[in-house]
């Protein structure tokens, strides 16, 4: 039988009491797109996925290897929980919030630009985003003869048009076309729908990676890359108790990815630089695995994803504790103001461990204790929803997974206060480690006050397998790492962040202008130049082996361009740190060194 994700079956059970947030959907058929929800399922073999489309509600959205995105209800969750082909079913996750960084001369890309033997530029590589926005008017986005270079952006928040067709299956949202965006350009205008980046988080991010010189902007890292966006539909409003649009709209947009840079036949590379807290962080999860499938697992030629490594340290949402045998410990969080919530927290631990666990709420109201394979739920005094669930032997890892929600139940918010969690231990055969993460979004005012540790921060998926992640460092020497860059490793102890770049006050495009500029801050800035210096590569890799003969130059994969993008950072030791992986980015030596 397939496992079902308890944080699927809360978000339905929330539904009953708060709304049912709108879905907009392109298929017409089966019940209102408001009464399904995003999930993620996992299939013994991609062979099997046609069987699922026929379960009730199920709407397929894409699928990559064997993790399927796709809409469903309740009877759809019963009918996958009885099939035969399914291995596990997960919500869609929230986000945690934008991150934010990068300098081009510093990494040595502009040596790259201007190599007398062969410069090169980005020409023949594609530059993906799945980012908030992009100014699509904005003149770093066009070539020489004032054309856009954006190939296409699918936004998935926006039902006011027809959205892409991919794998045989129209899909939500509206595609607008690179003839399209140069209309914009020749009128000067764009569509209500689409605006001009209010944020500005995707128009900096993207001019890092690809823009080119305009007016006060120097230009990006691959100044001629083709450009393809990706707005994601991550909070579907403001009623969305457990926001669960990431993980889905992201699946989705590598799937769309993925078949842009087949129409155009040009190798990509994916800059993402929104993350989320909530899961096991060891690679393990659906979303995880749909990152790495993308890729083939490292394998596949001209197929990478560029993650930031988040903004989260310093923001006390990771805990860690050590239990002992018969002891007991008290995990404890704010909540710094009033919020709609729901406050979600994830605890990971070794299943051969067994623990009992109760909740507190500011007003010292208790909940029941939960123990190994029991969920419970109910209300305070106060009037605050709880639910509780003690997964033993996780689908994913193996290990044991506590998932806490708090909601406002009888409230209309959760008010700000004291909670806390107590951890009784009933038996510890490991090391006695319990992780602690907080899902939260800019929306969601809360931190752990007790046993906080700023390792293990990195945001989802980050953590994946073949996700080469990114820390955010100042551009000077020596080097300084910014408050805020999120540490590694992995929960399983793999090394990660893989390298660092600069992120702090960094210059690049600024929306809502045709010219200008502004500075930010964040690893979202830094993942960017890692994101340009691989399109760099593979423009070169690709116009290399158009140009050779059967047998000659081969496009390089994300196996290969990981393991060189860390063996040739500026200041590498072969000894990585869980602050900036193995050094800051080299655009020149990783060039010269794949060949």
């Not at 009464?35 to 199920?58: F, G, S, W, Y």
């Not at 210059?507 to 830094?526: F, H, I, N, P, R």
Request: glycine fraction near 10%; hydrophobic fraction near 35%; aromatic fraction near 6%.
């Amino acid at each position: 039988m397939a496992r079902i994700d308890r944080y699927l079956l809360h978000t339905f059970e929330t539904l009953k009491d708060v709304g049912t947030p709108e879905i907009h959907t392109a298929a017409p058929a089966g019940p209102a797109a408001s009464d399904l929800l995003p999930m993620l399922v996992r299939v013994v073999h991609p062979a099997e996925i046609p069987k699922i489309m026929d379960i009730q509600d199920c709407q397929v959205t894409s699928e990559i290897g064997n993790i399927v995105a796709c809409l469903g209800s309740l009877a759809t969750i019963e009918a996958l929980a009885g099939s035969p082909w399914v291995i596990s079913v997960e919500a869609s996750r929230p986000t945690s919030g934008f991150d934010c960084g990068v300098s081009v001369p510093f990494v040595h890309a502009d040596k790259v630009h201007n190599d007398p033997q062969q410069p090169e530029k980005g020409d023949h590589a594609l530059v993906a985003l799945i980012d908030g926005g992009i100014d699509v008017l904005h003149q770093a986005f066009q070539d020489k003869n004032k054309n856009t270079r954006i190939a296409s952006i699918w936004d998935q928040t926006d039902s006011s048009a027809p959205g892409p067709t991919v794998q045989g299956r129209s899909l939500y949202g509206t595609l607008h076309t690179k003839n399209m965006i140069n209309g914009y350009i020749t009128a000067g205008t764009v569509p209500k729908g689409l605006g001009r980046d209010p944020r500005h988080h995707g128009t900096h991010v993207g001019s890092i990676a690809a823009g080119q010189s305009a007016g006060k902007f120097c230009g990006g890292m691959a100044p001629e890359s083709q450009i393809v966006v990706v707005i994601p539909r991550i909070r579907v409003n403001s009623r969305d108790p457990f926001s669960v649009g990431y993980s889905n709209s992201h699946v989705d947009a590598l799937s769309f990815i993925d078949s842009e840079a087949n129409r155009l036949n040009l190798p990509v590379v994916v800059n993402v630089s929104l993350g989320m807290n909530a899961g096991a962080h060891d690679g393990t999860s659906n979303l995880e695995a749909a990152f790495d499938n993308f890729s083939g697992g490292g394998r596949v030629p001209g197929r990478v994803v560029v993650k930031s490594a988040g903004n989260e340290r310093g923001k006390d949402g990771h805990a860690q504790l050590k239990m002992a045998n018969q002891q007991v410990q008290s995990l404890t969080w704010t909540s710094l103001q009033s919020h709609a919530g729901p406050d979600v927290i994830e605890l990971w631990f070794r299943a051969c461990d067994d623990h009992k666990l109760r909740l507190f709420d500011p007003s010292q109201g208790s909940s029941q204790f939960v123990e190994a394979n029991e969920s419970k739920g109910g209300n305070f005094p106060s009037g605050y929803r709880f639910d509780i669930s003690y997964e033993k032997f996780h689908w994913d890892n193996g290990d044991s997974r506590v998932l806490v929600s708090i909601s406002s139940g009888q409230n209309l918010s959760i008010a700000a206060g004291n909670w806390r969690l107590d951890i009784e231990a009933k038996t510890v055969l490991s090391d006695g480690l319990v992780h602690a993460w907080i899902e939260r979004d800019d929306t969601r005012p809360i931190r752990f006050t007790s046993h906080q540790w700023e390792e293990f921060t990195l945001s989802i998926p980050g953590t994946a397998r073949t996700v080469v992640a990114v820390a955010s460092v100042a551009p000077a020497i020596p080097w300084q790492v910014a408050s805020y860059s999120s540490y590694g490793p992995t929960r399983d102890e793999r090394e990660k962040p893989d390298l660092a770049a600069p992120g702090e006050s960094i210059e690049a495009a600024k929306a809502g202008t045709l010219q200008d500029v502004e500075v930010m801050s964040g690893t979202s800035m830094a993942a960017p130049h890692v994101t340009g210096a691989i399109a760099l590569l593979l423009s070169r890799q690709e116009k290399l082996g158009r140009a050779a003969p059967a047998g000659g130059s081969k496009q390089f994969n994300a196996a290969q361009i990981r393991a060189a993008l860390s063996q040739t950072s500026q200041n590498f030791s072969g000894r990585p740190t869980p602050s900036m992986g193995y050094g800051v980015l080299d655009a020149q030596k990783f060039l010269a060194t794949l060949k």
